[in-house]
């Protein structure tokens, strides 16, 4: 435990009620005191994600009434740690993804979160590339890894790949030997094809579902109607995963009818999803691609940039 100064304040970024990114204001807080298997961050850059939009404007999903700060994705250094940690000391320079969805607080400059959410930052990432990993190659990781089991010669259909989640889904299943079949609009084609996708598909212009037959898994993150249409591209007892974790059709019994399977997934902060990606990201084979960076007092920017979904890869806001 290291002494921590109770008095002692921060600059965040906080609302006060819900709305578009003008609601977002600069404040002065209290630092978080780290608890027990806690550990204080000094946060250098904070990674945003479609969640940070959806929490700052849209009531009843995952957070209580404001005011909150929002923010997952951290990269920073242990300014101090809480009783019983043993996995870091103050001064070791981290990255993680605060428990998902309660554990917020990353858009600010220091943030307090478990532990065992955090993995050492690999040393060929600055830490704006590091604040850009963790929700969403978490989420590719797991959704491809832990849920599907991606193996190699296996071919998948990737939603969305030139996003923040499709643009590491890319990037894992060509480290784990898959054949990868991405969609996007044309502009970010050679993009994709320079991250390792084997095909990739404009579905503005081309009927997914009429295009690719035979996948053995499928990521989606567009819609319901974009998962049922998909079905029809896996093999008998494929998989696919989707990211809309609530949705307004019956996913299982469509996809039982059809000899497939299909599970509706949320991100969870997880060690060892971190220590993999940590792993591929020092055998080259994972890099984030940054759509922007803002200081943490421009992040109403981020937000409206981040508003349009339509941003290839990560939007990421600075802590000097
Ligand atoms: N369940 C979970 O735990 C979890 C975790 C992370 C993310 N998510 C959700 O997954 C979704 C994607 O997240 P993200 O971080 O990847 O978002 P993002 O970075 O904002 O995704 C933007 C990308 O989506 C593409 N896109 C939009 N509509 C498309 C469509 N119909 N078909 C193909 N591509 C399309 C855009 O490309 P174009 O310009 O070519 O359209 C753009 O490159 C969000 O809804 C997010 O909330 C869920």
Not at 160 to 165: D, E, K, L
């Given at each position: 435990m290291t002494e921590i100064d109770s008095a002692?304040?921060?600059?965040a970024i906080s609302q006060h009620v819900l709305g578009g990114p003008e609601v977002l204001t600069e404040v002065q807080l209290p630092q978080p005191v780290p608890g027990p298997g806690q550990i204080l961050v000094r946060v250098r850059a904070a990674g945003l994600n479609p969640t940070d939009w959806f929490h700052r404007a849209i009531p009843g999903l995952f957070l209580p009434?404001?005011?909150?700060?929002?923010?997952?994705?951290?990269?920073?250094?242990?300014?101090?740690?809480?009783?019983?940690?043993t996995l870091f000391r103050p001064g070791d320079e981290v990255f993680g993804m605060l428990p998902y969805p309660g554990g917020h607080g990353a858009c600010a400059e220091y943030t307090v979160g478990p532990a065992r959410?955090?993995?050492?930052?690999?040393?060929?990432?600055?830490?704006?590339?590091?604040?850009?990993?963790p929700l969403a190659?978490?989420?590719?990781?797991?959704a491809l890894v832990d849920v599907a089991a991606l193996g190699p010669g296996q071919r998948v259909l990737i939603h969305a790949a030139a996003g923040g989640v499709g643009h590491f889904a890319v990037q894992i299943a060509k480290a784990r030997g898959a054949y990868v079949i991405g969609t996007a609009s044309a502009p970010y084609h050679a993009f994709l094809h320079g991250i390792g996708a084997d095909e990739v598909i404009d579905y503005r212009s081309t009927d997914v579902a009429e295009a690719v037959s035979a996948v053995d898994v499928v990521l989606d993150s567009v819609d319901d109607d974009n998962s049922v249409?998909?079905?029809?591209?896996?093999?008998?007892?494929?998989?696919?995963?989707?990211?809309?974790?609530?949705g307004p059709r019956d996913l299982a019994t469509e996809a039982d009818a059809l000899g497939v399977r299909a599970v509706r997934m949320l991100v969870e902060h997880d060690r060892a999803g971190m220590a993999a990606l940590a792993g591929l990201v020092e055998a080259g084979t994972l890099r984030p691609t940054i759509a922007g960076t803002f200081p943490l007092s421009e992040a109403a920017?981020?937000?409206?940039l981040g508003d349009t979904g339509r941003t290839v890869g990560k939007l990421v806001l600075t802590v000097p």
């Amino acid at each position: 435990m290291t002494e921590i100064d109770s008095a002692a304040t921060m600059r965040a970024i906080s609302q006060h009620v819900l709305g578009g990114p003008e609601v977002l204001t600069e404040v002065q807080l209290p630092q978080p005191v780290p608890g027990p298997g806690q550990i204080l961050v000094r946060v250098r850059a904070a990674g945003l994600n479609p969640t940070d939009w959806f929490h700052r404007a849209i009531p009843g999903l995952f957070l209580p009434e404001p005011p909150f700060v929002l923010g997952w994705d951290v990269s920073g250094e242990v300014a101090a740690v809480g009783i019983g940690v043993t996995l870091f000391r103050p001064g070791d320079e981290v990255f993680g993804m605060l428990p998902y969805p309660g554990g917020h607080g990353a858009c600010a400059e220091y943030t307090v979160g478990p532990a065992r959410a955090f993995a050492r930052k690999p040393a060929v990432l600055d830490h704006v590339q590091a604040a850009a990993i963790p929700l969403a190659a978490l989420t590719a990781w797991q959704a491809l890894v832990d849920v599907a089991a991606l193996g190699p010669g296996q071919r998948v259909l990737i939603h969305a790949a030139a996003g923040g989640v499709g643009h590491f889904a890319v990037q894992i299943a060509k480290a784990r030997g898959a054949y990868v079949i991405g969609t996007a609009s044309a502009p970010y084609h050679a993009f994709l094809h320079g991250i390792g996708a084997d095909e990739v598909i404009d579905y503005r212009s081309t009927d997914v579902a009429e295009a690719v037959s035979a996948v053995d898994v499928v990521l989606d993150s567009v819609d319901d109607d974009n998962s049922v249409r998909s079905l029809r591209t896996l093999r008998p007892g494929g998989r696919l995963v989707t990211l809309r974790a609530m949705g307004p059709r019956d996913l299982a019994t469509e996809a039982d009818a059809l000899g497939v399977r299909a599970v509706r997934m949320l991100v969870e902060h997880d060690r060892a999803g971190m220590a993999a990606l940590a792993g591929l990201v020092e055998a080259g084979t994972l890099r984030p691609t940054i759509a922007g960076t803002f200081p943490l007092s421009e992040a109403a920017k981020a937000h409206a940039l981040g508003d349009t979904g339509r941003t290839v890869g990560k939007l990421v806001l600075t802590v000097p």
